[in-house]
Nanobody
Framework: VQLQASGGGSVQPGGSLRLSCTAS????????VGWFRQAPGKEREGISC????????YYPDSVKDRFTFSRDASKNTVYLQMNDLRPDDTGVYYC?????????????????WGQGTLVTVSS
């Protein structure tokens, strides 16, 4: 399984970015898939975790109502739309997946990780 994330970049506070993640070797959306991020000096944080068991997505309070997970089965791609970005959203964002269909949104549970894409929010 290979996960390829893209779409990171630099943006001013209040701006938006959309991250994309394309998989090979796995059909995203049939299993658990999500996004994590890691800020400098901090632990990896789950920010969007999709469960194929009940077709629901978990978001922590830190990003709820600002970030939206979506998927396009025809492209085997998932997305993370990030709006109203803040400086504390800065970090490396990782696409993750696992062959189980639901998982806690904690990094220790997830088996497959993409290479990460850097998001910088700064004025």
């Amino acid at each position: 399984v290979q996960l390829q994330a893209s779409g990171g970049g630099s943006v001013q506070p209040g701006g938006s970015l959309r991250l994309s993640c394309t998989a090979s070797g796995m059909k995203l959306g049939m299993y658990a898939v999500g996004w994590f991020r890691q800020a400098p000096g901090k632990e990896r944080e789950g920010i969007s975790c999709f469960s194929s068991r009940n077709e629901s997505t978990y978001y922590p309070d830190s990003v709820k109502d600002r970030f939206t997970f979506s998927r396009d089965a025809s492209k085997n791609t998932v997305y993370l739309q990030m709006n109203d970005l803040r400086p504390d959203d800065t970090g490396v964002y990782y696409c993750v997946a696992d062959y189980r269909n639901t998982l806690p949104c904690k990094y220790i549970y997830w088996g497959y990780w993409g290479q990460g894409t850097l998001v910088t929010v700064s004025s």
